[in-house]
């Protein structure tokens, strides 16, 4: 489907997801303005004998930017002056003013005080693959670049819009947006605006500087060679196993450019240019040299392909080896709107969610504050910046938008969001893939979600693939009319919110895993579930929970080679094996479907299976930040969040260990009191919370990096303090009234509220030699 066709509705009414009618939609879909037929298109002349106007732009018909035609150089050949060469110092090498398409030097004409630059091409017929033929790709070039010039110095007003499908993904794409500046086509937009007709394109408002092409001229190579002193002469070279050299005897045709002298580029001018000619229609080449820009302004003009150039490459069985299509990269494919924006609810129906067999209680959730868009782009910055392969999501028919019921909500996501995001984890080069949670084994607990990765299986042979693949990151589909994640503050609504947080975290429990999501028809719901620890005097009087044979569903995850505990938490006097009698406490991040450009509900989907698969997925008591390092065994760090490894920390790099005691924990610790002096042994603390208390585990105290160390974090406290003590940075564990951590002898101390001080960053206590600096209390 063409990218008009795109703006078309697919049925009787357009409603917006609160029901209101919106702007009157195309009745038809728009038929493609021209069929890519590459070879007729190759018979096709591209040189036009007529004059250049430099005085008058030409017309942008529909015609001409069909079959683009260069016209003839306006100037006076007879007068024609070599000036030199580009390079002041040409020399045998990279240095020399030829490349792989031609031979360039500076020309003047006449009186005419400005410097050209003649281009000599060196094959003057088409090619054999998979070599392009290089003339007509910049004849193509320059014409259709002067039309487009032509068409943004019209009124919008009077002529109509130029209106685009941004990020084409096909060649056919590609040319319906080259041919949205024609006149014929703007005026089809100007009466669909006239007319109230909405259109999803968008509009091209600014076009960059572009070098300027006067014409193509004829030229023979004797009087290139007799013109020119020998050391001007264009030397025999051999570029990409292909000899290149002008012959006296052969009649060249030449391209005049504006000559353009050195000068700095500036990035951002240059990305705004590639982008326009990307949404121009324009493809490039693989290699683009930084040289090829001067001033921010390309100079070398077969670094971007005419639409057409590419169906002529694929008439005469040219590989794609040499070209590619602008694809977008996969964070602008994830970032692109959603279908999933236009869902209408009006017709969904309403009630209580189900209701899971679960001993799993949820209480509330707080907000995940380090699931950003920044987070995500810093960690997955190299997998983002790929190129997506894969195509956009399906044009929707009217019936596809109408939600009525869950089952309707999951048929939305899997045709459109949800391949989309398949397709982004497959271009990272990843196995990751979400589908229906049936395919993982388990008898009890079926999510309507599952996403599975090669390299994560259950240990054991099961029966087929649904025996054995594991379910890293559970999900489930609910309806907008009877769940979203505001209504856990609606007292009459409560109950429904924590029905359907409760059946999610089972599951996540039942795989053991940290990560999970809600998904609706409004929005995505992403979970992280941390452990919360049940102090023994609790514990021991707790009932044991009794469940349905949901418990047998825990898998054992001895084969998953990163699904390993932290810390060693057999001291715990009450000690559970599987994640189903566990506390857990809920962070959650809520995106909606109509989020635009920066933390979207595809690419919130696709950094938790990244998470999932990559990194750390085991639950824990507490986890570093999601884009931090840690220091393993034998040198080298491992990030936390994506999994990669370095042989040693950059400046840029947060270091963290995992600390499964810190957070929120709350423990019941006998320990020594900080009143006592540092340097006596403390007594026993008497036991006024009850029941026997477990160790406080080692990871209570953390050491803190040296100054000026490269693996230093980025808030990490100063070794040393203004008391002239030693600073030693602690975990402290409230149990009771008593605030729990480990001193510098790693024995237990106790102390009171009041012992602390509020400082930046955190809390101090000062000791005689020490002093002990935590970030939060309990």
Wanted: contains cysteine; glycine residues 6%; negative net charge.
């Amino acid at each position: 489907m063409s990218a008009h066709e795109r703006a078309a509705s697919s049925g009787n009414g357009n409603f917006n997801r609160v029901g209101q009618v919106a702007t009157q939609p195309r009745l038809d879909p728009r038929p493609p303005r021209c069929t890519l037929d590459g070879a007729k298109l190759m018979r096709q002349e591209f040189l036009d004998e007529n004059l250049m106007d430099y005085e008058n732009e030409p017309e942008c018909t529909l015609q001409a930017l069909k079959r683009p035609r260069l016209r003839r150089c306006a100037f006076d050949t007879s007068t024609m002056v070599f000036v030199g060469p580009i390079n002041r110092q040409p020399r045998q090498g990279a240095e020399q003013d030829g490349g792989l398409d031609g031979y360039n030097w500076k020309v003047r004409f006449g009186n005419d005080p400005r410097l050209f630059v003649l281009k000599v091409f060196w094959d003057q017929r088409p090619q054999r693959p998979p070599y392009q033929y290089a003339l007509q790709r910049e004849c193509h070039n320059a014409a259709v670049l002067q039309l487009m010039r032509a068409a943004m110095s019209q009124d919008d007003h009077a002529s109509g819009p130029i209106l685009v499908q941004p990020h084409p993904w096909s060649r056919a794409e590609a040319f319906e947006n080259m041919l949205a500046f024609s006149n014929e086509a703007r005026l089809e937009e100007k009466l669909d605006e006239e007319r109230g007709v909405a259109s999803p394109l968008s509009r091209i408002t600014w076009m960059p500087r572009i070098r300027q092409c006067y014409g193509w001229v004829k030229i023979t190579g004797a009087r290139i060679f007799d013109e020119l002193p020998p050391n001007w002469w264009p030397s025999c070279r051999t570029l990409e196993k292909k000899r290149r050299q002008i012959y006296r005897e052969i009649d060249y045709t030449a391209l005049v450019y504006e000559y353009i002298d050195e000068g700095d580029n500036d990035k951002e001018i240059i990305d705004k240019s590639l982008e326009f000619f990307r949404d121009a229609g324009f493809s490039h080449t693989h290699i683009s040299l930084a040289c090829n820009w001067k001033l921010s302004v390309l100079i070398d003009m077969s670094d971007i392909i005419y639409p057409v150039n590419r169906t002529l490459a694929a008439a005469v069985g040219y590989v794609d080896t040499k070209l590619r299509y602008n694809m977008p990269t996969i964070l602008e494919a994830l970032t692109e709107p959603s279908v999933a924006r236009d869902l209408n609810n009006d017709h969904a129906v309403t009630g209580p969610n189900s209701n899971i067999d679960s001993a799993i209680y949820i209480e509330d959730w707080s907000e995940w504050q380090d699931f950003t868009y920044e987070n995500i782009t810093a960690i997955f910055k190299k997998q983002l910046g790929l190129r997506y392969q894969g195509d956009r999501e399906p044009e929707p028919l009217a019936q596809d938008l109408f939600i009525l019921n869950e089952d309707s909500a999951d048929d939305a996501m899997r045709r459109f969001p949800m391949p989309i995001i398949n397709y982004a984890l497959k271009s990272a080069k990843g196995t990751e893939h979400f589908g229906r949670g049936s395919r993982c084994a388990s008898k009890d607990y079926i999510p309507d979600w599952s996403v599975v990765a090669n390299d994560h299986f259950i240990e054991g042979e099961g029966e087929g693939l649904s025996g054995r693949f594991m379910n890293i990151l559970p999900g489930d589909t609910k309806v907008s009319s009877k769940w979203t994640s505001d209504i856990e503050t609606d007292p009459i609504r409560a109950l429904e919110w924590e029905k359907a947080v409760r059946q999610v975290v089972t599951y996540m429990a039942a795989w053991s895993v940290r990560y999970g999501f809600i998904i609706t028809d409004v929005e995505v719901v992403v979970l992280r579930i941390i452990r919360q620890y049940a102090p023994s005097g609790i514990a021991a009087g707790r009932f044991r929970r009794k469940y349905s044979r949901a418990s047998d569903a825990t898998i054992t995850l001895g084969s998953d080679p990163i699904s390993e505990p932290s810390s060693d938490w057999s001291n715990l006097s009450f000690q559970d094996n599987k994640a189903l009698d566990w506390d857990f406490r809920v962070e959650f991040r809520a995106i909606s479907w109509s989020a635009k450009n920066r933390l979207t509900a595809k690419l919130a989907l696709w950094a938790l299976a990244m998470m999932s698969s990559h990194g750390d997925h085991f639950i824990d008591y507490s986890y570093p930040g999601l884009d931090t390092w840690r220091v393993v065994e034998g040198g080298g760090l491992v990030h936390n969040t994506s999994g990669a490894v370095l042989s040693k920390a950059g400046k840029d790099c947060t270091i963290q260990q995992p600390n499964p005691f810190g957070g929120d924990i709350s423990a019941n610790t006998g320990d020594n009191d900080a009143s006592d002096t540092e340097e006596e042994e403390g007594e026993e603390e008497e036991e006024d919370q009850g029941g026997e208390e477990p160790e406080l585990p080692e990871s209570s105290r953390y050491a803190l990096p040296e100054v000026g160390s490269s693996s230093r974090s980025a808030d990490a406290v100063p070794t040393q303090t203004t008391t002239g003590n030693k600073r030693i940075g602690v975990q402290v564990v409230k149990w009771g009234k008593k605030y729990y951590y480990r001193d510098y002898k790693d024995g237990r101390k106790a102390s009171k509220k009041e012992d602390w001080q509020a400082v930046e960053g955190g809390y101090l206590l000062t000791g005689k030699k020490h002093d002990y600096f935590t970030k939060k209390l309990g």
